[in-house]
């Protein structure tokens, strides 16, 4: 079954860090890009990060870069996203999301990261 499914959400205080992570499963995984996307209450779905087929490029949105990292692990069909000095404007629904083919863009169904004291 084609499939994204992502962990690693909770509760954090401003400061803080979490871990997410999102496991890959029914395509091969090496053969594209990964994204992570977020969506806070009320707003729209926004492009946080992404990072190319092998690791060797990642590209974020302003308010990410410095303190979110992107990785991958092909082995493990994993993409990985390490925020940091996390701040209540943080707070979100995170989805990740690859697109397989020109108009067949597959969405996991998100973790929920709440950074409040």
């Known amino acids: 079954q084609v499939q994204l499914v992502e962990s690693g959400g909770g509760l954090v205080q401003p400061g803080g860090s979490l871990r997410l992570s999102c496991a890959a499963a029914?395509?091969?995984?090496?053969?594209?890009?990964m994204s992570w996307y977020r969506q806070a209450l009320g707003k729209e779905r926004e492009l946080v990060a992404t990072?190319?087929?092998?690791?060797?490029?990642?590209k974020y949105v302003d308010s990410a870069e410095g303190r979110f990292t992107i990785s991958r692990d092909n082995s493990k069909g994993t993409v990985y996203l390490q925020m940091n000095s996390l701040k209540p404007e943080d707070t979100a629904v995170y989805y990740c999301y690859v697109r397989l083919l020109p108009g067949m863009d597959l969405w996991g169904k998100g973790t929920l990261v709440t950074v409040s004291s």
């Open positions: 990072i190319g087929r092998t690791g060797s490029w990642t």
């Open positions: 029914g395509f091969t995984f090496g053969s594209y890009a």
